[in-house]
Every structure is written in C-alpha cells, then in structure tokens.
C-alpha cells in the first residue's frame, strides 16, 4: 500500500453511519439550528467558519507538486493529521452521502462525504448542488474518485491535536489520491470546493482543463442569420460573474439565452465544455429584488437553503442587504425555478471566452484578445478580492491564475493547456470585460475622483454585441496601439462608446503614458514567475 492510501484510506468500515439519507431527513436531523423564513425554507448560520480558508489549505506532494501559489504539506505533518482523525472517527456518528459531478461520460466524477450528523445542514445544502448517484455507486465498498473526510470538531476530539499549535480550521487534499481533509470547518462552500477542487484537477489528467467559470447559450441574431453561440465566463466571486451568466441581455424571440453552469465547467480538447451542477451555490450579497428580479424570485421559495444569510427571528423576512452575518451570505438556488434553465448543462461547442476583470484606470470595458493574448491573461486573473476568499482583504487588487484559486499543481500546466485549446480551436473568440470603472483619478474628461463606473446595463449590453458578432465588418474594432488588442468602435445600445467609455478620454497624455507604463511592469512582474509558460504567452504583453 502507498504512503498515500495509508494516509488517506477511502473506506472506513465499522464506522457508525447513516447512507445516503433523503434531504428530508437532513433537514429534521438539523431543526435545532434552523431559522425558518417567512415562506419556509431553512436558513443556518455557520459556528466555526464563514468563509474559504485558503491561508490554511495544503497540498501533499507525490507525483503532483505544488504550484507557486499553492501551500506544500510536509509528509509527516500530513501523518500526524491523518492519525488524528483516524482516531477522531469511531468517537462520531456519521452520513456517507454519494454524489455524482458532472454527466457527460468524459467529464464524470463520482464524490462521497463523509460527515458527522450534526453538522447535516452542511450535507443538506451541498447534496443539492450535484447529481444523483447510481445504485452501484452507492455501493459502500466501490472507491469514489473524489472523497472528503468532513469534520468540524477535530481538535475538540483529539487532545494532542488541541495542543499541537496547528490551526484550528485546516483543509489537507492528497491530489494523487482524491482526498480532501476539511476539519475545524463547517462552511458549505469548503465542502463544495474540495470535491470541484479535484474533480478540475481529475479533468486536467484527461487532457482537458477543469474552469472557475459560468456557461451559457446564446441565441443571436448576425444579419438575417440565427445561431447558437457557446460562451464562458471567467471571473472570481463578487466580479459579476453569475450576474452575467444568468442575465438574459434583454435579448426577445427569436433570440434567447440558455443558462448552463454558473461555477464550474471542464473544456475538453476539441472545444466542448461539459457542466459539472446540478442546482446553484450563489452568493447572495448586495442582491435587489430590482437589480435580479429573476433570481431574487427564485431564491425567495421554499426549497431555497440558505447559508449565513440574515433572516428577521420573529417574521421569517429575509434582508439580503444585511450583513449582520458577514458578507458572504450564500444560498442554494434551484435551477427549475431560474428562467432561461434546462436540464441541459453541457455545451457541445465554445464559441467565446470572456475573462471578467475589475479594474478603475485604464482597462476599457471590453477587448478582443489574440490566442498569445489570451493565455497571457488567464495566467493574470486579475480581478479584485471578495468576501467569499479573503474577507479581510475585501476590494483589493489581486492575480489569480485562471481566475480559479482551486487550482491543483503547476499554474504553468493550465496557462500552457488554455493555449493548446485555443490552437487546436481556432474558431473560439477570447475577449476581455471589464465590470470596475475607468477613469479613476482622472485629470481631464470630468470623469470624477471615483471615475466612471461600468454597470450591469453596460457590460449586459457588451455581451450580446459579441454574441452577434459574425465575421467584423472592416473598421468595427479598433487596434490599440499601447496594449496590442482590439477595442469597439460602436456598441449598439450604448451612446457615444468609443469616446465615453475610452481610457484615454479621462487622462492628459502623460498620465496615462505612466498609468500604462505601471500596470505593464506590474503584469510582466507576475508572469515572469512562471518559467515553463510558452514562450508566445509570456511574450504577449
């Protein structure tokens, strides 16, 4: 047996344990903590954490090595852990529940939690998110591909680990193995990333890519001709990302948009992106009755769960503009009562690839990118800091390969696939979009301090003008010369595009040379850390 089985088993026989129980009953089995809403679905409020805890995940190196980016895990560090919960276990009664990630036969995972009972309410909302499993896969002694061992209350059961100075909230994942460890931790969203985690990792080993990304289906009209446009967005929680992937565009029949995924999908070499979930984990934060009716109506029924989400005690009424519970309020959203859902989750064929970014100076609000281009900014993901990863670090500026911190070993592999992907097809698009602001600090233009903010009406507005982008008429993108890619020169809709919403329009010549002359270091800084990026990406820029 290797180190890593030893380690990290993924059959635990004489464990007390329930199987696969009805939703039904992890709901009754979580009544003592749940708050009900005025229209009687269950909200519940974390006890130990209420956000991802990157700052203390860790990899255990073997045949995959950790990426830049990523905490190495010391093998006897990694012993001394799994020791501990292997005798934490039989102290426990647990749930195994079994799910399935994904459907199309290539870009299938099956994932099994184990988790103790009291904590049901985690298995509740996260068993939701993801498939059914088969009869055989419930089976307790076939292997799952992708396992987490969940357990909260691990130092509480473990004296030595009490006193061992280690952190209380840790997450230990063994890639070559498919295990996750999540322990001092009882935020859904953990649950939910480690399998995904993995499943991304798993999908990178077929030779495809696992993305941090939304999918979705746009019917558009180019000329007199009608067709299907398959379209992804990258883009970090709090970017707009599931906004914009839900967003309809105004679009009327014959046209339409067909929502897919919302969080993770897997490319496949030939151009396919195949769903990974069922239902949706949204993030519910600054979400308006007015701003997204659509979803606001969806999650305001009675099969919602929600997470953290403030809820009044006395009349059930639900305020998601509260934050007495943090930020990171989340909730799961069933895709039936979405409009503009299916059971379809897979899409047969990309088309465009729209990297969401926020920026406030001199990034437009859309750009058309070269391949080369392409791979250089997905290994930038710039985008800014949200609540749900770093609450403390919330509006800042950061860089995160793929736009996906679950990333598993070397960030050059996912840069260097991307690229390969977009050679073998040439025919999809890659844009970038900017949800931020330009302008700000402007010294001429009367852009304002703030500088002028890009909004949801833009950006929706943005989206279907790719989407019936045919083949460009002669002088409907413009090249810019300090970046290299390609800008508008009208977006139907938006008044006054080329001027109102260029850069160049806030700023004297010489301000703008140093804010470009900046933001260029900055990025050739970054990249240049990545030493087996292709050559052609790291040149792009």
């Known amino acids: 047996m290797t180190v890593a089985k030893t380690l990290f088993p993924k059959a635990f026989p004489g464990l007390k344990s329930v199987s696969n129980p009805s939703p039904a009953e992890l709901r009754r089995r979580a009544a003592f903590e749940e708050r009900i809403t005025s229209f009687r679905a269950p909200a519940y409020y974390t006890r130990r954490a209420s956000s991802r805890s990157a700052q203390n995940t860790f990899l255990l190196e073997g045949e995959t090595k950790a990426g830049r980016h990523q905490a190495a895990m010391a093998p006897e560090f990694a012993r001394r852990v799994a020791d501990w919960v292997a005798q934490a276990m039989p102290k426990v009664e647990w749930y195994r529940i079994d799910r399935v990630i994904g459907r199309h036969p290539s870009a299938s995972f099956h994932a099994r939690l184990w988790l103790p009972q009291e904590y049901a309410r985690v298995a509740l909302l996260w068993s939701q998110t993801l498939f059914a499993p088969s009869q055989a896969q419930k089976n307790a002694s076939r292997e799952p591909d992708v396992l987490t061992v969940y357990l909260p209350q691990w130092k509480e059961l473990i004296p030595e680990a009490a006193r061992s100075g280690l952190p209380e909230r840790l997450v230990l994942l063994c890639p070559d193995r498919g295990v996750n460890y999540v322990l001092g931790i009882d935020y859904v969203g953990e649950a939910k990333m480690s399998f995904l985690r993995l499943a991304m990792f798993g999908m990178k080993r077929r030779g495809g890519l696992g993305l941090h990304a939304g999918s979705k289906l746009i019917r558009a009209a180019s000329g007199a001709e ?217 010294d001429v233009g009367g852009a304002g301090a703030a500088g002028v903010k890009i909004t949801k009406a833009v950006s929706s507005a943005i989206l279907a003008f790719i989407a019936r982008q045919g083949k460009p008429e002669p002088g409907a993108w413009n090249a810019d010369d300090e970046w290299g890619y390609q800008t508008p020169a009208r977006v139907p809709g938006l008044d006054d595009f080329a001027r109102k919403y260029s850069p160049r329009s806030y700023y004297r010549a010489p301000t703008y040379r140093r804010l470009v002359q900046d933001l260029k270091q900055e990025r050739q800084a970054y990249l240049s850390q990545f030493t087996r990026l292709r050559p052609e990406a790291s040149r792009a820029l």
């Open 226 to 442: 009608l067709r299907d446009v398959g379209m992804l967005l990258f883009g970090l929680s709090g970017t707009g990302k599931t906004t914009l992937t839900l967003d309809d565009h105004g679009l009327k029949k014959p046209e339409g948009v067909l929502t897919l995924q919302d969080d993770i999908v897997f490319l496949t070499q030939d151009g396919a992106a195949y769903g990974s979930e069922d239902n949706f984990y949204v993030k519910t934060e600054g979400l308006a009755r007015e701003e997204q009716p659509d979803l606001y109506a969806a999650l305001t029924d009675e099969n919602s769960v929600f997470e953290n989400v403030y809820v009044d005690e006395a009349s059930g009424a639900v305020d998601f503009l509260n934050y007495a519970n943090g930020t990171n309020g989340r909730a799961l959203c069933r895709r039936n009562l979405l409009p503009n859902t299916s059971e379809q989750i897979d899409l047969g064929r990309v088309d465009k690839v729209v990297f969401i970014t926020r920026r406030d100076t001199v990034v437009p609000p859309v750009a058309r990118l070269s391949r080369d281009q392409a791979a250089a900014y997905f290994m930038l993901g710039e985008s800014i800091e949200t609540s749900a990863g770093d609450p403390s670090k919330a509006g800042q500026s950061i860089r995160q390969v793929g736009f996906n911190p679950f990333i598993v070993g070397l960030e050059e592999e996912e840069g260097n696939r991307f690229w390969e992907i977009l050679r073998d097809n040439p025919g999809i698009e890659v844009y970038l979009l900017n949800t931020g602001s330009i302008g700000k600090g402007a």
